[in-house]
Nanobody, 131 residues
């Protein structure tokens, strides 16, 4: 059964850090690009980052470049999103998902990052940045 489970969200003060985890089961991370997306209340889903063992990335949205870092632990089949210097604008539910498509396509993040190209979404983890 293909599943992605996010964890690590919480309440943090501006300038603080959090590390989100995306635990994958039912498939091998090496075979797919994995993306992180976020959605704040009343806003559209926004691409945050994407990583692939095949692509030349990783890739980051403009609003998080220099602050967020995506990484993969293939032994644990988990993708991480290290978020530093958090801002109130980073408040959102964060989701991870795997790239859809056939063998070659699913290994590429695809630019610009588009949530419509990803599937098997996790349930999300809430990140709140507030003093």
């Amino acid at each position: 059964q293909v599943q992605l489970v996010e964890s690590g969200g919480g309440l943090v003060q501006p300038g603080g850090s959090l590390r989100l985890s995306c635990a994958a089961s039912g498939f091998t991370l090496d075979d797919y690009a994995i993306g992180w997306f976020r959605q704040a209340p009343g806003k559209e889903r926004e691409a945050v980052s994407c990583i692939s063992s095949t692509d030349s990335g990783p890739y980051y949205g403009d609003s998080v470049k220099g602050r967020f870092t995506i990484s993969t632990n293939n032994v644990k089949n988990t993708v991480y999103l290290q978020m530093n210097n958090l801002e109130p604008e980073d408040t959102a539910v964060y989701y991870c998902a795997k790239r859809s498509g056939y063998y070659l396509i699913r290994r590429l993040c695809g630019l610009p990052l588009n949530s419509a190209n990803f599937a098997s979404w996790g349930q999300g983890t809430q990140v709140t940045v507030s003093s």
